[in-house]
Nanobody, 126 residues
Framework: QVQLVESGGGLVQAGGSLRLSCAAS?????????MGWFRQTPEKEREFVAV??????LYVDSVKGRFTITGDNVKNIVSLEMTSLKAEDTAVYYC????????????????????WGQGTQVTVSS
C-alpha cells in the first residue's frame, strides 16, 4: 500500500519561511517516481506548485525564486523550502507522486498524479 506522509506545515508571518517534507512508502515496481507539491484553498482547484523529476525541477510562476524543491527520486523523499512567504501562499499543501512522465507539461495537471498525501496546512499571516 502506497503512503505519502507530509510534515512541516504551520503558521508563519508574511516574509517568513517554512520547510515541508514528504516521504513515500510502498512505491514498488520498475518505475522511478516523480515527486511534487500541489496546494488548494476552499475557493480554488488544486494548483500545481513544484515537481522534482529526476534532475529536472519545475515551478509554478508565482513561487519561482521563493520556493525550492529538493529530494531523491530513488529514495522517494521530497522537501519544499518556502521563503518570502505571502498571504496568498496560504493553502493546504499536498505531496504527490507519479511514475516519471514524458512531458513536463503533464505534471501540471492534478489528474496526472497517482498518489497523494493527506495534506498539511500552511497559513501565512499578513
Amino acid at each position: 500500500q502506497v503512503q505519502l506522509v507530509e510534515s512541516g506545515g504551520g503558521l508563519v508571518q508574511a516574509g517568513g519561511s517554512l520547510r515541508l517534507s514528504c516521504a513515500a512508502s510502498g512505491l514498488t515496481g520498475a518505475y522511478y517516481h516523480a515527486m511534487g507539491w500541489f496546494r488548494q484553498t476552499p475557493e480554488k482547484e488544486r494548483e500545481f506548485v513544484a515537481v522534482l523529476s529526476w534532475n529536472d525541477r519545475l515551478y509554478v510562476d508565482s513561487v519561482k525564486g521563493r520556493f525550492t524543491i529538493t529530494g531523491d527520486n530513488v529514495k522517494n523523499i521530497v522537501s519544499l523550502e518556502m521563503t518570502s512567504l505571502k498571504a496568498e501562499d496560504t493553502a493546504v499543501y499536498y505531496c504527490a507522486a507519479t511514475p516519471l512522465l514524458s512531458s513536463s507539461a503533464d505534471y501540471l495537471r492534478a489528474t496526472s498524479w497517482n498518489f497523494w498525501g493527506q495534506g498539511t496546512q500552511v497559513t501565512v499571516s499578513s
